[in-house]
């Protein structure tokens, strides 16, 4: 696992939206690396903080304090434009919402060039026509539909519009915000299959934002838990599904919903609260409880997690 | 039983009559190549709209009428006085009639001639005026609305401005220059932008952080690119409308700036000051048609161009195509 490159690095960062006297803090000392060529989920409630962080990192939103790293170089406040111009192709999102992510008033064909006119890295128009009928048919669509308007597709086709935008730029990095959550269930399967043949064939690495725990365990190799904009634990995929450790977790985990009408009858869900935590008398910490599997926890908190994790083993 | 005889007729029935249809899941995608373009369905939509089009046309012949009046035959000079060769006396309130088709004023002028010069320059006015605004309002407005930066200075320079009453703004302007068609068109366009400035920054403020035009700041987009492709093309229908609306109201504004004195010189016909001469008239009855023939102009410039704006703004609005 140390051997495997950091694509990003994302160090102590905060952001504070508002004044000082309404100031409200979104993201609150967050850190976490993410390796080349995986698929990193985070997942927590609404308004947890998972879109601003993603939006932090593509530079919608500015941080207020700690650093962002990307291929070992600063792309956090204030750089160069050469490196702006990197960051830009090398960095890319697929929106939330397919029906207000593409502009209405402009066809296919210049929703999906719109990174290419701002490249400037075709020879000529014909050169930027092949590459967005190459693109749409990257993602399933047809080269025709580049002189339609978005309105006149359905919500997964507009979305697979959506990830050609960000494909044409050629990135390494995809921050997905949410990507299926405003689609029908009936096609959520192809668009997650789409992302993930992607990665396969073009060596992508996500960040994949969600609160469909069910879909995060399918798609991600490891997963970031986001309470009130602190990071509460971060582990392997498997292992925080097989050994949730801090309260907060072990909450969301109970609530998935199970086509299973045996297990749903004597389902406990467990309720989270946050008073539990005493940290009023120590602070916590962010510690790595096991190795890959981290945790914000004070000290007497880091016992009873370890004598869990100790009995979850033997238990196996 | 059933199943028997439904089998004894399926036997019947020949192969080859039949052949399997593949489902091709590629082929469903193709719904043909679609030549939906925004600019020809709205005309579309506007020409649907009858009392428009009519409008339309009468603007449409209001203009041309206005503009080729001057060289038709037996057309007389607006500022001319007739005088009457056997009395040496001026025509004086003549009343409409087959020599003065529309009457005299009051020293002798023919209305006529007067109203349809008068017309001329009050939609020069009013264009004028109209496309300053347009094209100023715009600018700042979408720059006001977008530019987080510039949204504080603006707004303070719009407070102040805005403050000054147009009437203060006009009587300053007659004193430095003197009251001309130049200084009428120039003192109503410097006080006009603000408020299509404000309008379009609300509605560029609106729609600034939505999904898409995030996406188009994480591709990169310039902000003159955004600006053109992402906010203009949602704002054309409003637009329209206030397009449609600032040339009547220009040409109203006018017929006020003349009523208190700060319009048009006399000589110089526009519907201002005939609207005015008519005013001093209207309580004999006999003299009303000096009123009422300007009226009816400016009552139909101003219907024709709301009507137009409004069904232009629907049109415009692509949810309205079919």
Redesign the interface.
């Given at each position: 696992m140390s051997e495997r490159k950091k694509l990003l690095e994302v160090k102590n960062i905060s952001v504070v939206f508002g004044s000082r006297k309404k100031a409200f803090t979104a993201v609150d000392d967050v850190s976490f690396d993410i390796y080349e060529g995986e698929t990193f989920g985070l997942v927590g409630e609404s308004g947890s903080g998972k879109t601003t962080i993603g939006r932090a990192i593509i530079r919608i939103n500015a941080i207020t304090s700690g650093e962002i790293i990307f291929e070992d170089e600063r792309i956090s406040g204030k750089i160069d434009k050469k490196k702006d111009k990197k960051v830009v192709q090398d960095i890319q999102m697929i929106f939330q919402d397919p029906m207000s992510s593409l502009n209405e008033r402009a066809k296919v064909d210049y929703i999906v060039s719109e990174g290419l006119y701002n490249l400037k890295n075709y020879a000529n128009d014909a050169e930027r026509k092949k590459i967005v009928d190459e693109a749409l048919l990257e993602v399933g669509l047809l080269p025709e539909f580049s002189s339609r308007f978005p309105h006149e597709f359905s919500g997964g086709q507009r979305q697979r519009i959506g990830i050609a935008r960000s494909l044409v730029m050629q990135p390494k990095f995809i921050i997905a915000d949410e990507p299926i959550s405003a689609l029908d269930v009936s096609i959520r399967a192809q668009v997650l299959n789409l992302m993930n043949r992607l990665k396969k064939d073009l060596g992508l690495t996500y960040l994949f934002i969600a609160h469909d725990l069910s879909i995060v365990r399918f798609i991600t190799d490891r997963v970031g838990v986001i309470h009130k904009g602190r990071l509460v634990e971060l582990a392997e995929t498997e292992e925080l599904y097989n050994n949730p450790l801090h309260p907060y977790t072990r909450s969301l985990l109970s609530a998935i919903p199970m086509p299973n009408p045996n297990y749903e009858k004597s389902r406990k869900v467990i309720f989270y609260d946050p008073d539990q935590h005493h940290y009023d008398i120590e602070a916590p910490k962010w510690v790595e409880i096991k190795k890959g599997h981290f945790i914000l926890a004070n000290q007497p908190e880091i016992d009873t997690y370890k004598t869990m994790l100790e009995s979850n083993i033997k238990g196996e | 039983m059933k199943l028997k005889t439904h089998d004894r007729l399926v036997e019947h029935i020949a192969d080859d009559l039949f052949e399997f249809a593949n489902a091709d899941t590629?082929n469903s995608?193709?719904a043909?190549?679609?030549?939906?373009s925004?600019w020809r369905s709205t005309v579309q939509v506007f020409l649907k709209n009858k009392t428009a089009v009519l409008f339309l046309g009468v603007i449409v012949i209001l203009l041309l009428f206005t503009m080729i009046q001057p060289v038709l035959p037996n057309q007389k000079d607006p500022t001319f006085i007739h005088i009457n060769p056997e009395t040496f006396m001026q025509f004086r309130n003549v009343k409409p009639g087959t020599e003065f088709w529309f009457g005299t004023n009051a020293i002798g002028q023919d209305l006529w001639a007067r109203i349809w010069s008068g017309t001329r320059t009050s939609l020069l006015i009013g264009f004028a005026v109209g496309l300053f605004e347009v094209v100023i309002g715009i600018i700042i407005g979408t720059l006001w609305g977008y530019v987080k930066k510039l949204d504080r200075i603006i707004t303070e320079i719009y407070n102040v401005w805005n403050n000054i009453p147009t009437t203060v703004i006009l009587i300053l302007l007659t004193y430095i220059f003197r009251p001309s068609l130049s200084t009428l068109i120039f003192a109503m366009a410097i006080t006009g932008w603000l408020s299509m400035a404000r309008l379009v920054r609300n509605l560029v403020t609106i729609i600034r952080d939505?999904?898409?035009n995030?996406?188009?700041?994480?591709?990169?987009?310039?902000t003159y690119?955004i600006l053109t492709?992402?906010m203009l093309?949602?704002l054309v229908s409003v637009i329209m409308l206030r397009v449609a609306l600032a040339i009547p109201m220009a040409i109203g504004a006018e017929v006020f700036l003349t009523y208190i004195g700060l319009g048009l010189p006399v000589q110089i016909p526009s519907l201002g000051n005939l609207v005015n001469e008519g005013r001093v008239l209207m309580m004999s009855q006999s003299l009303r048609y000096q009123l009422f023939f300007p009226a009816i102009v400016i009552s139909m410039i101003t219907i024709s161009f709301y009507v137009m704006g409004n069904a232009f703004a629907d049109a415009a609005d692509?949810k309205n195509h079919v």
């Open positions: - | 590629d995608e193709i043909g190549y679609s030549n939906y925004y939505r999904e898409y995030m996406a188009s700041r994480c591709l990169g987009t310039p690119r492709k992402n093309p949602y692509p």
